[in-house]
T-cell receptor, first 110, second 109 residues
Framework: KAGVTQTPRYLIKTRGQQVTLSCSPISGHRSVSWYQQTPGQGLQFLFEYFSETQRNKGNFPGRFSGRQFSNSRSEMNVSTLELGDSALYLC?????????FGSGTRLTVV | EDQVTQSPEALRLQEGESSSLNCSYTVSGLRGLFWYRQDPGKGPEFLFTLYSAGEEKEKERLKATLTKKESFLHITAPKPEDSATYLCAALDNTDKLIFGTGTRLQVFP
């Protein structure tokens, strides 16, 4: 059974640019959530989507947005990138039984 | 405010030296307490879910326990391959998963 797939694995962007990250959940999982992981803050919840609707949102600025498609694939967008957005972005797909994480996208903003 | 705190931040053990990692939580309406293992450059790998105080789960050298305020991950006779960061996360009553900052475990021969 395929796991959670995140693309790309690595990205380097310049301040002020925007970026889109992709997440394909485990087949049959309808919930996808996104997390930002930094050395100082650990994993912080960004948002969760279920059946194409945002069900939950963390405390991040409006520059961070997401969406989910009818096939449950999800994208996360960050506009006007700042140096502090450099992090590992993790996606998890879930059922009632637990959360499975992808390997993440390492974003570096220069 | 919901919070999850893990201790210690880092732990160095000799192979075979058992120890415990702590996760204390203050979360509204806890729906589950999760333990994950994370290796460098990878996503967290699921270990256990605990749902109610008194519950215990075991897997190989690991055993997780839960009380009303904290959870412990006991590591018995660890091996170097157990070296990783161990993350604890609490699922609140809005279905948000709140993570601690992790315990970085090093096991040396």
């Amino acid at each position: 059974k395929a796991g959670v797939t995140q693309t790309p694995r690595y990205l380097i962007k310049t301040r002020g640019q925007q970026v889109t990250l992709s997440c394909s959940p485990i087949s049959g999982h309808r919930s996808v959530s996104w997390y930002q992981q930094t050395p100082g803050q650990g994993l912080q919840f960004l948002f969760e989507y279920f059946s194409e609707t945002q069900r939950n949102k963390g405390n991040f600025p409006g520059r961070f947005s997401g969406r989910q498609f009818s096939n449950s694939r999800s994208e996360m967008n960050v506009s006007t990138l700042e140096l502090g957005d450099s992090a590992l972005y993790l996606c998890a797909s879930s059922t009632d039984y637990g959360y499975t994480f992808g390997s993440g996208t390492r974003l570096t903003v220069v | 405010e919901d919070q999850v705190t893990q201790s210690p931040e880092a732990l160095r053990l000799q192979e075979g030296e058992s120890s415990s990692l702590n996760c204390s939580y203050t979360v509204s309406g806890l729906r589950g307490l999760f333990w994950y293992r994370q290796d460098p450059g990878k996503g967290p790998e699921f270990l256990f879910t605990l749902y109610s105080a008194g519950e215990e789960k075991e897997k190989e050298r690991l055993k997780a326990t839960l009380t009303k305020k904290e959870s412990f991950l006991h590591i018995t006779a660890p091996k170097p391959e157990d070296s990783a960061t161990y993350l604890c996360a609490a699922l609140d009553n809005t279905d948000k998963l709140i993570f601690g900052t992790g315990t970085r475990l090093q096991v040396f021969p």
